[in-house]
């Protein structure tokens, strides 16, 4: 157990949707960061929050947005759904800006 | 274009052997390079990195070596055992903007570790 939580495990939802991710970092983590893994590909970096600030930005797509809250938790929010989004999303934390980062269980989403 | 390349999908190894894992980048402003683990429904594991100032790391059974003019990283097991099957990630670190460093990571390789 990393000390990472994703919430939910699993979602299912349709095209044009709107849905939302949640993390809690480990106990003392500043950084959390949002990744996405489609089929056959690796882990893609999206957006990285250190203490409640944006960071770093990857290839998160305009319709993707994130949030980290004073109690250091953070959401990903997905919007106008597509087919193509559905993926394994993790969340990472990690002490401050760099270093190793420790993963959540991740949150499948399908999109039908 | 990938920076980060792991060009064997997947690995067999028998049991009690060494099993290497092997990375290659492109990016020479990388300075970082670590190793996760991941079993399937679960999230990667950290194992082993290193810094681009080292060219060796030991940890137990696992040591990561880095060739820094070959742009080549890899991951040795010794020995094998089949709790180690699963697929493993090679990730690269470079500061990005604000301070912060970001990972790249490797498409993975499948570690297969026969009894």
């Known amino acids: 157990d990393s000390g990472v939580t994703q919430t939910p495990k699993h979602l299912i939802t349709a095209t044009g949707q709107r849905v939302t991710l949640r993390c809690s970092p480990r106990s003392g983590d500043l950084s959390v960061y949002w990744y996405q893994q489609s089929l056959d590909q690796g882990l893609q970096f999206l957006i990285q929050?250190?203490?409640?600030?944006?960071?770093a930005k990857g290839n998160i797509l305009e319709r993707f947005s994130a949030q980290q809250f004073p109690d250091l938790h953070s959401e990903l929010n997905l919007s106008s759904l597509e087919l193509g989004d559905s993926a394994l999303y993790f969340c990472?934390?990690?002490?401050?800006?760099?270093?190793?980062?420790?993963f959540g269980p991740g949150t499948r989403l399908t999109v039908t | 274009d990938q920076q980060v390349k792991q060009n064997s999908p997947s690995l067999s190894v028998q049991e009690g052997r060494i099993s290497i894992l092997n990375c290659d980048y492109t990016n020479s402003m990388f300075d970082y390079f670590l190793w996760y683990k991941k079993y399937p429904a679960e999230g990667p594991t950290f194992l082993i990195s290193?810094?681009?100032?080292?060219d060796k790391n030991e940890d137990g059974r696992f040591t990561v070596f880095l060739n820094k003019s070959a742009k080549h990283l890899s991951l040795h097991i010794v020995p094998s055992q089949p709790g180690d099957s699963a697929v493993y990630f090679c990730a690269a670190s470079a500061r990005s903007g604000a301070g912060s460093y970001q990972l790249t990571f490797g498409k993975g390789t499948k570690l297969s570790v026969i009894p």
């Open positions: 290193i810094s681009s100032i080292k």
């Open positions: 990472a934390s990690s002490v401050g800006l760099a270093g190793e980062q420790y």
């Open positions: 929050y250190y203490n409640g600030e944006e960071r």
